[in-house]
């Protein structure tokens, strides 16, 4: 079983910046990707970015120049830093790992931006 663990959100101004950590723990034995997707109310769960073998990265067209995802393999840990934060920016952000055919999900944490 995996455990993944989210911090990072909090309630920020326009134009201002958060960064998210996750950290997977837990019966792992080879991630294949890391990532974050966000969920607004009413609204279906998006990718946001992620980060796969070789480091490559894809990102959602609206946060692309604002976001940038990066990956500890060491720590087994995914950063998201998010900056010049819009209020459509508002979302649960959860982080997704993905080890072969199976997927796991962390709890979410909650960024809110206030304009």
């Known amino acids: 079983q995996v455990q993944l663990v989210e911090s990072g959100g909090g309630l920020v101004q326009a134009g201002g910046s958060l960064r998210l950590s996750c950290a997977a723990s837990?019966?792992?034995?080879?991630?294949?990707?890391m990532g974050w997707y966000r969920q607004a109310p009413g609204k279906q769960r998006e990718l946001v970015a992620v980060v796969g073998p070789g480091d490559r990265k894809n990102y959602a067209d609206s946060v692309k120049g604002r976001f940038t995802i990066s990956r500890d393999y060491v720590k087994r840990t995914v950063y998201l830093q998010m900056n010049s934060l819009k209020s459509e920016d508002t979302a649960g952000y959860y982080c997704n790992v993905e080890m072969g055919s199976m997927a796991s999900w962390g709890q979410g944490t909650q960024v809110t931006v206030s304009s």
């Open positions: 837990g019966s792992i034995l080879t991630i294949n990707t």
